[in-house]
């Protein structure tokens, strides 16, 4: 497996999965109040061939929907939170060349780190190298060449 490739993937995603954070929670309260939008369903009406009433489609539909969601959450807070810890344990300099390159990249990153930390592009490839390995090391414990 290319564990370099898996953490810059996660550095590129670590955004949408933070937003995930927020977006989540207010689908479930939507899905909540749909809920009770929904009437119950009518046991004296004669049975619809092949099953469940709309309203008994909707109201599964809705169950499953909010569950899906719920175990999405789950998963987007415990993946926010390996990176976190995992961006924790680097310098700050460290932090800002990730940040440049893969969190938040912006056209001219190389040679505002370059300004920034006073140092040659070559110099910032390799602090960006450096750092990615620690980071990769952090989430796997291990690098490509390990």
């Given at each position: 497996m290319n564990w370099?490739?898996?953490?810059?993937?996660?550095?590129?995603?670590?955004?949408?999965?933070?937003?995930?954070?927020?977006?989540?929670?207010?689908?479930?309260?939507?899905?909540?109040?749909?809920?009770?939008?929904?009437?119950?369903?009518?046991?004296?009406?004669?049975?619809?061939?092949?099953?469940?009433?709309?309203?008994?489609?909707?109201?599964?539909?809705?169950?499953?929907?909010?569950?899906?969601?719920?175990?999405?959450?789950?998963?987007a807070c415990l993946w926010v939170s390996q990176v976190d810890k995992a961006l924790a344990i680097l310098s700050d300099e460290e932090r800002l060349v990730l940040d440049r390159f893969y969190l938040h990249p912006i056209k001219g990153a190389i040679e505002d780190l370059c300004e920034r930390m006073n140092i040659e592009k070559a110099t910032v490839y390799r602090r960006r190298d450096d750092a990615l390995r620690r980071f990769t090391i952090a989430l796997y414990g291990a690098t490509d060449t390990e």
């Open positions: 370099k490739r898996e953490a810059v993937d996660k550095l590129k995603n670590y955004e949408v999965h933070r937003q995930a954070l927020d977006s989540i929670p207010q689908e479930i309260k939507r899905l909540e109040s749909a809920w009770t939008g929904i009437r119950s369903a009518v046991t004296d009406s004669t049975p619809v061939s092949g099953g469940g009433s709309t309203r008994e489609d909707a109201m599964l539909s809705n169950i499953i929907h909010r569950d899906e969601l719920e175990r999405r959450m789950k998963e």
